[in-house]
C-alpha cells in the first residue's frame, strides 16, 4: 500500500531534550515536507526537500533541522524543544511540483 | 506573500442539501490549487488539483471549479460521510513544492 508512515503517533516530553520524528515513504517520491497544524494558523510548512541532499526552509522552520540521506526518508529533528513546539505534525511526499501530496497520520507533539 | 482564505469556517448541513465551499486566494503564478478533506485526527487526503481558470474536477459527490482569484467545491447531495473538514492550499510556480493553505471549512452532515 502507498502511504507515508510517521513515527511515533504521540510524544510527550520535556523542554530541551532532543528527539527526532521519523518520516519514511514507499512511493519513490522526489520531493518531501514536513508541516505543523495549529489551531486558528491552520498548516504551515517547515522544511522541504526536492531530493536526496536537498533541502530547505519553509515558513516556520525556527528551532527545528531536517535531513535527508536517502529518497525515502526525512526525518524531523528537534534539538531543544521548547513548549510553543507543541502541535500536531504531518510529513508529507509528493512525485513533483504541481501534484497533489500524500500526507501521513501525524505526530502529536507536547512539550510540557 | 500568497494567501488562502476559506468561507465559510463551518457549515451544517442536512443529508441531501447541496451547498457549495469558497476558496479565495492570491498568488503570483499558479501552478495549481489543491483540495484536501481531513477526518479529525488524521491527515489531510488529497481530493482534486487544478491547474488553469475554468477547470473542472469531480469524485463522487464532490465537483471542484477554479477562477482566477478563487475556487469552489461544490457538495451535491451530501452524506453523514462526508462530514470532514476541507482544506484549500495553492502553489505558487516561484515557490518549489510549499504549500500554502487555508484555514478550511468544517462541514457537518446531519441524518
Known amino acids: 500500500e502507498a502511504q507515508v508512515t510517521q513515527n511515533p503517533r504521540y510524544l510527550i516530553t520535556v523542554t530541551g531534550k532532543k528527539l527526532t520524528v521519523t518520516c519514511s515513504q514507499n512511493m519513490n517520491h522526489e520531493y518531501m515536507s514536513w508541516y505543523r497544524q495549529d489551531p486558528g494558523l491552520g498548516l504551515r510548512q517547515i522544511y522541504y526537500?526536492?531530493?536526496?541532499?536537498?533541502?530547505d526552509k519553509g515558513d516556520v522552520p525556527e528551532g527545528y533541522k531536517v535531513s535527508r540521506k536517502e529518497k525515502r526518508n526525512f526525518p524531523l529533528i528537534l534539538e531543544s524543544p521548547s513548549p510553543n513546539q507543541t502541535s500536531l505534525y504531518f510529513c508529507?511526499?509528493?512525485?513533483?511540483?504541481?501534484?497533489?501530496?500524500?500526507f501521513g497520520s501525524g505526530t502529536r507533539l507536547t512539550v510540557v | 506573500e500568497d494567501q488562502v482564505t476559506q468561507s465559510p469556517e463551518a457549515l451544517r448541513l442536512q443529508e441531501g442539501e447541496s451547498s457549495s465551499l469558497n476558496c479565495s486566494y492570491t498568488v503570483s503564478g499558479l501552478r495549481g490549487l489543491f483540495w484536501y478533506r481531513q477526518d479529525p485526527g488524521k491527515g489531510p487526503e488529497f481530493l482534486f488539483t487544478?491547474?488553469?481558470a475554468g477547470e473542472e474536477k469531480e469524485k463522487e459527490r464532490l465537483k471542484a471549479t477554479l477562477t482566477k482569484k478563487e475556487s469552489f467545491l461544490h457538495i451535491t447531495a451530501p452524506k453523514p460521510e462526508d462530514s470532514a473538514t476541507y482544506l484549500c492550499?495553492?502553489?505558487?510556480?516561484?515557490?518549489?513544492?510549499?504549500?500554502?493553505f487555508g484555514g478550511g471549512t468544517r462541514v457537518l452532515v446531519k441524518p
Open positions: 487544478l491547474y488553469s
Open positions: 492550499a495553492v502553489q505558487a510556480i516561484a515557490a518549489g513544492n510549499k504549500l500554502t
Open positions: 508529507a511526499s509528493s512525485v513533483g511540483g504541481g501534484y497533489g501530496y500524500t
Open positions: 526537500s526536492m531530493n536526496v541532499e536537498v533541502t
